[in-house]
C-alpha cells in the first residue's frame, strides 16, 4: 500500500444538481476512488439535492445551446423557446434517462453508494442548507455539516481542487 | 458475473458447478480448462471480470471491486466492451501500483489481465 504521503487527494464542490452535472462529480470521485485517491466532496447549493435519500433528477433543453440528443439518427437540439411546451422537460429528462441505461452507464444512485463504500468524504455546506430549509435527515446516511473553511482547509491539502 | 473463488485453490474442478452459471466463463470441467490453456498462449487469470456492456467508470469500479478477491501476485482478467477502457486500466495500473499484463483487443471486446502487486 501507498504510504501516507505518496498518496493524492482530491477535493470538489459540487454546486449542480441536474441529470447531466450530477455525473462528473460522482464519475470522478468514484474512479479517483478507485485509484488510491482520498477524495472529499462538498456540496453546496443544487449540488444538495444530490443528497437527498430519493433522487429526482432532470434536465431542462432551455439554456442549454450544446445540448443535442441522439435522435431519429442525428443530433437535435431544441431551440429555448420549445422547453416552454409542457411536457418537453420531462421528455428530455425521459430521453437522458434512457440513454444512460441504454449504454450501461451506472446510475446515479449506484455511483453515490459506490462513492460511500470507498470512503470518498462527503460535505454538506451547512449555510446553504440553512438557506433551503434541508436538513440532514433529509439527506442519506454519510454526509456531515461543513462550512467554507472546513473546505479550503481540506483543500489547501488536496493535489486535485475542482470546481463542479 | 465475477467468479470471486478463493485463487489458491490449485485444481480448478471444484469450481466446475458453479462456472457453468456464470456468463462469459467458459471453464466447466478440468479437461475444457486444459484445452483453453493450450489454445492460448497467454496468462490464465485466477479470477475473471466480465464488464462487457459497462460504460465508464464500472469496468475500473468493478475491477477494483474484484481485485479485493484476488491473493497479492494473483491475476484478474478483465472483458469489457467499453473502448475507453484501454487507456483507463493503463492508468488504473500506473496509478494503484498494480501491474497491466496484458491489454487485447478480439473484435469488439477488449480483454485486460491485471497482476495484483500489493
Known amino acids: 500500500m501507498a504510504n501516507e504521503s505518496n498518496t493524492k487527494s482530491m477535493s ?41 435519500k430519493k433522487l429526482d433528477m432532470s434536465v431542462t433543453t432551455l ?7 441522439p435522435m431519429f439518427g442525428m443530433h437535435m437540439g431544441m431551440p429555448n423557446i420549445v422547453s416552454m411546451i409542457p411536457g418537453v422537460d420531462a421528455a428530455a ?8 441505461k441504454k449504454k450501461g452507464v451506472a446510475s446515479i444512485e449506484e455511483l453515490r453508494s459506490m462513492a460511500l463504500e470507498a470512503d470518498v468524504k462527503m460535505i454538506a ?4 442548507m440553512d438557506l433551503f430549509e434541508y436538513s440532514l435527515d433529509d439527506m442519506i446516511e454519510g454526509p456531515v455539516l461543513g462550512g467554507a473553511a472546513t473546505y479550503i482547509d481540506n483543500a489547501t491539502k488536496c493535489d ?5 | 458475473m465475477i467468479r470471486a473463488s478463493p485463487p489458491k485453490q490449485g485444481p480448478r474442478s471444484s469450481r ?22 493450450n489454445k492460448r498462449d497467454d496468462i490464465m487469470a485466477d479470477v475473471v471480470l466480465d464488464a462487457k456492456g459497462l460504460n465508464c467508470p464500472l469496468p475500473i469500479l468493478r475491477a477494483k471491486k474484484a481485485l479485493k478477491d484476488v491473493a497479492v501476485g494473483g491475476t484478474l482478467e478483465v472483458l469489457a466492451t467499453d473502448p475507453g477502457a484501454v487507456k483507463d486500466f493503463e492508468a488504473f495500473c500506473r496509478a494503484t501500483g498494480n501491474e497491466l499484463l496484458a491489454s487485447k483487443t478480439e473484435g469488439k471486446t477488449f480483454s485486460f489481465v491485471i497482476k495484483r502487486t500489493s
Not at chain 1, 439554456?63 to 440528443?69: I, T
Open chain 1, 12 to 52: 470538489m464542490i459540487v454546486t449542480k444538481g441536474s441529470l447531466d452535472w450530477a455525473y462528473p462529480p460522482f464519475i470522478l470521485a468514484t474512479t479517483a476512488a478507485a485509484m488510491g485517491l482520498n477524495v472529499t466532496m462538498f456540496f453546496t447549493f443544487y449540488g444538495l439535492t444530490l443528497l437527498k
Open chain 1, 63 to 69: 439554456g442549454n445551446p450544446a445540448m443535442a440528443m
Open chain 1, 93 to 100: 429528462t425521459a430521453m437522458m434517462k434512457n440513454l444512460i
Open chain 1, 125 to 128: 455546506c451547512q449555510m446553504t
Open chain 1, 160 to 164: 486535485i481542487n475542482l470546481f463542479i
Open chain 2, 16 to 37: 466446475g458447478l458453479l462456472d457453468s452459471r456464470l456468463r462469459g466463463n467458459e471453464r466447466k470441467n478440468p479437461s475444457d480448462t486444459q484445452t483453453a490453456r
